[in-house]
Protein backbone atom coordinates (compact mmCIF):
# COMPACT_ATOMS: atom_id res chain seq x y z
CA UNK A 1 0.00 0.00 0.00
CA UNK A 2 1.49 3.18 -1.08
CA UNK A 3 0.32 6.79 -1.02
CA UNK A 4 0.76 8.63 -4.47
CA UNK A 5 0.11 11.94 -3.64
CA UNK A 6 -2.32 14.55 -1.28
CA UNK A 7 -3.95 17.23 -1.80
CA UNK A 8 -4.29 19.96 1.62
CA UNK A 9 -6.51 22.84 1.22
CA UNK A 10 -6.94 25.33 4.36
CA UNK A 11 -5.40 22.10 6.71
CA UNK A 12 -3.87 23.68 9.49
CA UNK A 13 -0.71 26.27 8.34
CA UNK A 14 -1.43 25.24 5.05
CA UNK A 15 -3.92 27.20 2.53
CA UNK A 16 -3.20 25.04 -0.63
CA UNK A 17 -0.59 22.19 -1.06
CA UNK A 18 0.36 19.04 -3.00
CA UNK A 19 2.54 16.69 -2.31
CA UNK A 20 3.66 13.74 -4.21
CA UNK A 21 5.76 10.88 -2.41
CA UNK A 22 8.14 8.16 -2.78
CA UNK A 23 6.65 5.06 -3.20
CA UNK A 24 9.60 3.94 -0.40
CA UNK A 25 11.71 6.55 2.24
CA UNK A 26 10.10 10.16 2.84
CA UNK A 27 12.28 12.31 4.79
CA UNK A 28 10.25 15.43 6.25
CA UNK A 29 12.74 17.59 8.12
CA UNK A 30 12.24 21.23 9.72
CA UNK A 31 12.51 23.03 13.11
CA UNK A 32 9.46 22.21 15.58
CA UNK A 33 6.36 24.80 14.54
CA UNK A 34 7.21 24.82 11.18
CA UNK A 35 4.26 22.50 10.08
CA UNK A 36 6.23 19.07 9.29
CA UNK A 37 4.14 16.69 11.42
CA UNK A 38 0.86 18.58 9.94
CA UNK A 39 2.01 16.57 6.69
CA UNK A 40 1.96 13.34 8.33
CA UNK A 41 -1.61 14.50 10.67
CA UNK A 42 -2.97 14.93 6.82
CA UNK A 43 -1.91 11.56 5.91
CA UNK A 44 -3.51 10.43 9.17
CA UNK A 45 -6.58 11.78 9.06
CA UNK A 46 -7.20 10.42 4.93
CA UNK A 47 -6.76 7.28 7.07
CA UNK A 48 -9.30 7.73 9.87
CA UNK A 49 -11.30 11.04 9.13
CA UNK A 50 -9.31 12.15 12.54
CA UNK A 51 -6.17 13.30 13.93
CA UNK A 52 -4.08 11.55 16.44
CA UNK A 53 -3.26 14.48 18.07
CA UNK A 54 -5.98 14.11 20.02
CA UNK A 55 -7.94 17.97 19.91
CA UNK A 56 -11.34 18.57 18.94
CA UNK A 57 -11.40 18.36 14.98
CA UNK A 58 -11.98 21.74 13.88
CA UNK A 59 -8.80 22.85 15.09
CA UNK A 60 -7.36 21.34 12.50
CA UNK A 61 -9.11 23.79 9.88
CA UNK A 62 -6.65 27.08 8.79
CA UNK A 63 -7.52 29.76 10.97
CA UNK A 64 -10.02 31.81 9.11
CA UNK A 65 -11.29 29.37 7.18
CA UNK A 66 -14.65 27.59 7.55
CA UNK A 67 -13.49 23.82 6.61
CA UNK A 68 -10.34 21.85 5.46
CA UNK A 69 -9.84 19.51 2.59
CA UNK A 70 -8.10 16.52 2.55
CA UNK A 71 -7.35 14.34 -0.83
CA UNK A 72 -5.13 11.47 -1.92
CA UNK A 73 -4.61 8.64 -4.30
CA UNK A 74 -3.55 5.38 -2.70
CA UNK A 75 -2.01 2.29 -4.87
CA UNK A 76 -2.84 -0.71 -3.44
CA UNK A 77 -4.44 -4.10 -5.96
CA UNK A 78 -5.38 -0.70 -7.82
CA UNK A 79 -5.55 3.40 -7.79
CA UNK A 80 -7.88 4.64 -5.30
CA UNK A 81 -9.24 8.31 -4.19
CA UNK A 82 -10.14 9.53 -1.14
CA UNK A 83 -10.93 12.58 0.64
CA UNK A 84 -12.28 14.18 4.10
CA UNK A 85 -13.72 17.50 4.50
CA UNK A 86 -14.43 18.69 8.04
CA UNK A 87 -15.81 21.61 9.01
CA UNK A 88 -16.95 22.58 12.92
CA UNK A 89 -20.39 20.63 12.13
CA UNK A 90 -19.99 18.09 9.72
CA UNK A 91 -17.72 15.69 8.37
CA UNK A 92 -18.13 13.88 4.64
CA UNK A 93 -15.63 11.04 3.44
CA UNK A 94 -15.59 9.90 0.01
CA UNK A 95 -13.87 7.28 -2.13
CA UNK A 96 -13.79 7.60 -5.61
CA UNK A 97 -15.92 10.51 -5.55
CA UNK A 98 -18.75 8.50 -3.88
CA UNK A 99 -20.11 9.32 -0.16
CA UNK A 100 -19.69 7.22 2.26
CA UNK A 101 -22.97 7.79 4.78
CA UNK A 102 -20.86 5.70 7.96
CA UNK A 103 -17.20 6.19 8.94
CA UNK A 104 -16.88 2.32 10.03
CA UNK A 105 -16.94 1.76 6.14
CA UNK A 106 -14.52 4.34 5.43
CA UNK A 107 -11.86 3.31 8.30
CA UNK A 108 -9.76 0.51 7.30
CA UNK A 109 -9.32 1.11 3.54
CA UNK A 110 -5.78 2.65 4.41
CA UNK A 111 -4.12 1.21 6.89
CA UNK A 112 -1.21 3.02 8.89
CA UNK A 113 1.42 2.02 11.65
CA UNK A 114 2.44 5.35 13.26
CA UNK A 115 4.76 5.67 15.97
CA UNK A 116 5.28 9.14 17.72
CA UNK A 117 7.08 10.04 20.30
CA UNK A 118 4.18 10.04 22.70
CA UNK A 119 3.74 6.24 22.06
CA UNK A 120 7.17 5.70 24.20
CA UNK A 121 4.77 6.99 27.38
CA UNK A 122 2.20 4.08 26.37
CA UNK A 123 3.64 1.39 29.30
CA UNK A 124 3.12 4.50 32.04
CA UNK A 125 0.54 6.37 30.77
CA UNK A 126 -3.63 5.26 31.69
CA UNK A 127 -5.49 2.45 30.31
CA UNK A 128 -7.59 4.27 27.93
CA UNK A 129 -4.84 5.41 26.27
CA UNK A 130 -3.65 1.24 25.82
CA UNK A 131 -7.27 0.89 24.86
CA UNK A 132 -7.51 3.79 22.57
CA UNK A 133 -4.73 2.56 20.51
CA UNK A 134 -5.90 -1.53 20.82
CA UNK A 135 -9.26 0.57 19.08
CA UNK A 136 -7.21 2.22 16.18
CA UNK A 137 -5.52 -0.80 15.32
CA UNK A 138 -8.48 -3.11 15.36
CA UNK A 139 -10.71 -0.70 13.39
CA UNK A 140 -7.84 -0.77 10.82
CA UNK A 141 -8.10 -5.00 10.67
CA UNK A 142 -11.58 -5.21 10.78
CA UNK A 143 -14.17 -2.68 10.02
CA UNK A 144 -17.13 -4.59 12.00
CA UNK A 145 -15.25 -4.18 15.02
CA UNK A 146 -15.83 -0.36 15.03
CA UNK A 147 -19.24 -0.97 14.20
CA UNK A 148 -19.75 -2.83 17.55
CA UNK A 149 -17.48 -0.84 19.49
CA UNK A 150 -19.67 2.52 18.23
CA UNK A 151 -22.77 0.48 19.48
CA UNK A 152 -21.66 -0.37 22.51
CA UNK A 153 -20.76 3.02 23.62
CA UNK A 154 -23.93 4.15 22.78
CA UNK A 155 -25.58 1.57 25.21
CA UNK A 156 -22.56 2.40 27.82
CA UNK A 157 -24.11 5.89 27.54
CA UNK A 158 -27.38 5.02 27.81
CA UNK A 159 -27.04 2.59 30.85
CA UNK A 160 -24.92 5.04 32.65
CA UNK A 161 -27.93 8.01 31.93
CA UNK A 162 -30.59 5.32 33.53
CA UNK A 163 -28.43 4.76 36.22
CA UNK A 164 -28.72 8.75 37.11
CA UNK A 165 -32.51 8.28 36.52
CA UNK A 166 -33.00 5.49 39.54
CA UNK A 167 -30.50 7.33 41.62
CA UNK A 168 -33.10 10.36 41.69
CA UNK A 169 -35.98 8.40 41.24
CA UNK A 170 -35.99 5.38 43.55
CA UNK A 171 -39.38 4.47 41.66
CA UNK A 172 -38.16 3.58 38.91
CA UNK A 173 -38.53 0.31 37.01
CA UNK A 174 -35.22 -1.95 36.90
CA UNK A 175 -36.31 -4.32 34.39
CA UNK A 176 -35.13 -1.63 31.63
CA UNK A 177 -31.97 -1.69 33.14
CA UNK A 178 -31.77 -5.35 32.38
CA UNK A 179 -32.35 -4.98 28.78
CA UNK A 180 -29.71 -2.56 28.64
CA UNK A 181 -27.25 -4.19 30.40
CA UNK A 182 -28.36 -7.33 28.50
CA UNK A 183 -26.96 -5.42 25.75
CA UNK A 184 -24.40 -4.13 26.81
CA UNK A 185 -23.01 -7.49 27.75
CA UNK A 186 -23.28 -9.13 24.40
CA UNK A 187 -22.32 -6.71 22.51
CA UNK A 188 -19.08 -6.64 25.22
CA UNK A 189 -18.47 -10.47 25.08
CA UNK A 190 -17.94 -9.54 20.82
CA UNK A 191 -15.45 -6.52 21.32
CA UNK A 192 -13.55 -9.19 24.22
CA UNK A 193 -13.26 -11.78 21.36
CA UNK A 194 -11.79 -9.37 19.07
CA UNK A 195 -9.57 -8.13 21.43
CA UNK A 196 -7.97 -11.64 23.16
CA UNK A 197 -6.97 -12.55 19.56
CA UNK A 198 -5.73 -9.12 18.16
CA UNK A 199 -3.42 -9.43 21.86
CA UNK A 200 -2.77 -13.06 21.35
CA UNK A 201 -1.67 -12.00 18.30
CA UNK A 202 0.82 -9.44 19.19
CA UNK A 203 2.45 -11.41 21.98
CA UNK A 204 3.26 -14.02 18.94
CA UNK A 205 5.45 -11.34 17.79
CA UNK A 206 6.38 -8.51 19.96
CA UNK A 207 8.42 -11.86 21.82
CA UNK A 208 10.18 -12.57 18.49
CA UNK A 209 11.06 -8.81 17.65
CA UNK A 210 11.83 -8.14 21.37
CA UNK A 211 14.59 -11.22 20.88
CA UNK A 212 15.94 -9.65 17.87
CA UNK A 213 16.34 -6.02 19.92
CA UNK A 214 17.39 -7.15 23.11
CA UNK A 215 18.47 -11.07 22.47
CA UNK A 216 15.61 -11.62 25.53
CA UNK A 217 13.04 -14.23 25.78
CA UNK A 218 9.64 -13.74 27.04
CA UNK A 219 7.83 -10.66 26.30
CA UNK A 220 3.94 -10.70 25.91
CA UNK A 221 1.09 -8.80 26.52
CA UNK A 222 -1.22 -9.81 29.01
CA UNK A 223 -5.40 -8.83 28.33
CA UNK A 224 -7.01 -7.55 31.86
CA UNK A 225 -10.67 -7.30 31.25
CA UNK A 226 -14.12 -8.32 33.62
CA UNK A 227 -15.04 -10.63 30.67
CA UNK A 228 -11.97 -12.96 31.09
CA UNK A 229 -13.00 -16.89 30.91
CA UNK A 230 -16.72 -16.07 32.06
CA UNK A 231 -19.58 -17.10 30.55
CA UNK A 232 -22.71 -14.53 29.94
CA UNK A 233 -24.38 -15.67 32.75
CA UNK A 234 -21.37 -15.03 35.49
CA UNK A 235 -21.22 -11.11 33.78
CA UNK A 236 -24.92 -10.59 34.05
CA UNK A 237 -24.65 -12.07 37.93
CA UNK A 238 -21.41 -9.74 38.45
CA UNK A 239 -23.53 -6.16 37.15
CA UNK A 240 -26.23 -7.41 39.49
CA UNK A 241 -24.16 -7.37 42.30
CA UNK A 242 -22.73 -3.76 41.58
CA UNK A 243 -25.78 -2.55 40.74
CA UNK A 244 -26.44 -0.31 44.02
CA UNK A 245 -23.27 0.86 43.88
CA UNK A 246 -23.34 1.69 39.87
CA UNK A 247 -26.54 3.43 40.81
CA UNK A 248 -24.90 5.81 43.27
CA UNK A 249 -22.28 6.76 41.06
CA UNK A 250 -24.02 6.64 37.82
CA UNK A 251 -21.42 5.21 36.26
CA UNK A 252 -21.29 1.62 35.03
CA UNK A 253 -17.89 0.46 37.12
CA UNK A 254 -17.14 -2.64 34.96
CA UNK A 255 -17.07 -3.75 31.29
CA UNK A 256 -14.77 -3.39 28.41
CA UNK A 257 -14.56 0.01 28.56
CA UNK A 258 -11.98 -0.70 31.55
CA UNK A 259 -9.78 -3.05 30.39
CA UNK A 260 -6.17 -3.08 29.92
CA UNK A 261 -3.24 -4.71 29.36
CA UNK A 262 0.64 -5.11 30.52
CA UNK A 263 3.75 -5.44 29.27
CA UNK A 264 5.15 -8.46 30.50
CA UNK A 265 8.93 -9.24 30.74
CA UNK A 266 9.64 -13.06 32.09
CA UNK A 267 6.71 -12.44 34.89
CA UNK A 268 7.90 -8.87 35.79
CA UNK A 269 5.40 -6.17 34.55
CA UNK A 270 7.33 -3.37 33.13
CA UNK A 271 5.35 -0.79 34.28
CA UNK A 272 6.27 -1.49 37.93
CA UNK A 273 9.71 -3.33 36.96
CA UNK A 274 11.16 -2.16 33.61
CA UNK A 275 13.97 -0.31 33.13
CA UNK A 276 13.51 3.03 30.72
CA UNK A 277 15.29 1.53 28.20
CA UNK A 278 13.27 -2.34 28.19
CA UNK A 279 10.17 -0.01 28.08
CA UNK A 280 11.29 1.31 25.04
CA UNK A 281 12.33 -1.41 23.27
CA UNK A 282 9.33 -3.25 24.59
CA UNK A 283 7.53 -0.39 22.54
CA UNK A 284 9.15 -0.53 19.21
CA UNK A 285 8.77 -4.33 19.59
CA UNK A 286 5.18 -3.80 19.77
CA UNK A 287 5.14 -0.90 16.80
CA UNK A 288 6.62 -3.55 14.47
CA UNK A 289 4.32 -6.44 15.34
CA UNK A 290 1.55 -4.41 14.03
CA UNK A 291 3.62 -4.42 10.71
CA UNK A 292 3.97 -8.26 11.03
CA UNK A 293 0.28 -9.05 11.95
CA UNK A 294 -1.03 -6.67 9.14
CA UNK A 295 1.18 -8.61 6.38
CA UNK A 296 0.58 -11.99 7.70
CA UNK A 297 -3.40 -11.49 8.93
CA UNK A 298 -4.67 -9.25 6.07
CA UNK A 299 -2.28 -9.76 3.21
CA UNK A 300 -0.91 -6.45 3.05
CA UNK A 301 2.00 -3.64 3.88
CA UNK A 302 0.78 -0.43 5.35
CA UNK A 303 2.22 2.62 5.57
CA UNK A 304 4.73 3.53 8.27
CA UNK A 305 4.76 7.20 9.92
CA UNK A 306 7.60 7.54 12.57
CA UNK A 307 6.79 11.20 14.11
CA UNK A 308 9.65 12.97 15.83
CA UNK A 309 10.93 9.80 17.44
CA UNK A 310 14.70 10.46 16.48
CA UNK A 311 14.54 13.23 19.06
CA UNK A 312 14.10 11.03 21.48
CA UNK A 313 16.09 7.64 20.84
CA UNK A 314 19.58 6.99 20.87
CA UNK A 315 21.33 5.34 18.67
CA UNK A 316 20.71 1.88 19.51
CA UNK A 317 17.28 2.24 19.89
CA UNK A 318 17.22 3.84 15.99
CA UNK A 319 19.01 1.39 14.86
CA UNK A 320 16.47 -1.28 16.29
CA UNK A 321 13.52 0.57 14.35
CA UNK A 322 15.45 0.82 10.80
CA UNK A 323 16.34 -2.80 10.78
CA UNK A 324 12.88 -3.26 10.41
CA UNK A 325 11.99 -0.89 7.83
CA UNK A 326 12.15 -3.17 4.54
CA UNK A 327 12.07 -1.45 1.08
CA UNK A 328 8.61 -2.73 0.39
CA UNK A 329 7.45 -0.28 3.24
CA UNK A 330 6.20 3.03 2.79
CA UNK A 331 8.33 5.34 5.54
CA UNK A 332 7.51 8.25 6.47
CA UNK A 333 9.82 10.24 8.85
CA UNK A 334 9.79 13.79 10.64
CA UNK A 335 12.81 15.08 12.19
CA UNK A 336 14.56 18.57 13.02
CA UNK A 337 18.01 17.82 11.61
CA UNK A 338 18.60 15.29 8.72
CA UNK A 339 21.95 14.81 10.38
CA UNK A 340 20.57 12.81 12.55
CA UNK A 341 19.37 9.96 10.21
CA UNK A 342 22.19 7.53 8.98
CA UNK A 343 23.13 7.51 5.14
CA UNK A 344 21.70 3.96 4.70
CA UNK A 345 18.09 5.83 5.50
CA UNK A 346 18.39 8.72 3.45
CA UNK A 347 20.01 6.80 0.25
CA UNK A 348 16.88 6.38 -1.83
CA UNK A 349 14.84 9.10 0.42
CA UNK A 350 12.52 12.18 -0.83
CA UNK A 351 12.96 15.29 1.33
CA UNK A 352 10.70 17.78 2.19
CA UNK A 353 12.37 20.81 3.53
CA UNK A 354 9.92 22.67 6.04
CA UNK A 355 10.31 26.36 6.50
CA UNK A 356 7.35 28.77 7.27
CA UNK A 357 4.77 26.85 6.07
CA UNK A 358 6.47 26.28 2.63
CA UNK A 359 7.99 23.09 1.50
CA UNK A 360 10.69 22.45 -0.83
CA UNK A 361 11.06 18.60 -2.17
CA UNK A 362 14.49 17.65 -2.69
CA UNK A 363 15.88 13.90 -3.67
CA UNK A 364 18.73 12.72 -1.27
CA UNK A 365 21.58 11.78 -3.70
Known sequence: MKIEKIKLNNFRNYSNLELNFNPTKNLIIGKNGEGKTNIVEAIYVLAFSKSFRGSHEDVIVKNGETLTRIEGVVKDKRKTSYKVIINENNKIVKIDNTVIRKISDYVSNINIVLFTSEDLKLIKDTPNTRRKLINIELSQFNNEYLKILTVYNKILKQRNNYLKTLYLNGNASKDYLDIITDQLVTYGLKIHEFRSEFIKDISEYISNNYKSIASVDGLSLVYKSDYTNKSKEDILKSYKRSI??????????????????????????LKDFGSEGEQKNAIISFKMAELDIFRDKKGIIPILILDDLFSELDKTKINNIIKFIKEDIQTFITTTEINKLSKSLKAGSKVFKVKDGKIEEVNYE
Open 244 to 269: NSDIRSGVTSMGIHRDDYDFVLNDRQ
